[in-house]
């Protein structure tokens, strides 16, 4: 019953810069954390960032210094701004959200997004 839509993906340069977001949506009492993951071909599901409802951030080593993650706690809306892309972040990215769904139970579930595809030309 809850639903996470990504968006702003797309084709960029390397260099060059790109804007997700993801709004969750549905049976939600409270979010925990939202976060990124990625999968490039050939490649597991990796981390890329997380933020918790209280706004402390996590990077991946090979994102930090040129992503940035965000949150709308109100609007339940989950950003990462990506700068300096490398033709290596070429992956579909999905995000991610802990979500409590029940007032009176307190239980966190994970839920993901869809995915979208960025894409890095070199």
Do not use: H
């Not at 040129?66 to 490398?86: G, P, W």
């Amino acid at each position: 019953q809850v639903q996470l839509v990504e968006s702003g993906g797309g084709l960029v340069q390397a260099g060059g810069s790109l804007r997700l977001s993801c709004a969750a949506s549905g049976s939600i009492f409270s979010i925990n954390v939202m976060g990124w993951y990625r999968q490039a071909p050939g490649k597991q599901r990796e981390l890329v960032a997380v933020i918790t409802s209280g706004s402390v951030t996590n990077y991946a080593d090979a994102v930090k210094g040129r992503f940035t993650i965000s949150s709308d706690n109100a609007k339940n809306t989950v950003y990462l701004q990506m700068n300096s892309l490398k033709a290596e972040d070429t992956a579909v990215y999905y995000c991610n959200a802990d979500v409590q769904t029940r007032v009176d139970y307190q239980t966190f579930y994970r839920y993901w997004g869809q995915g979208t595809q960025v894409t890095v030309s070199s």
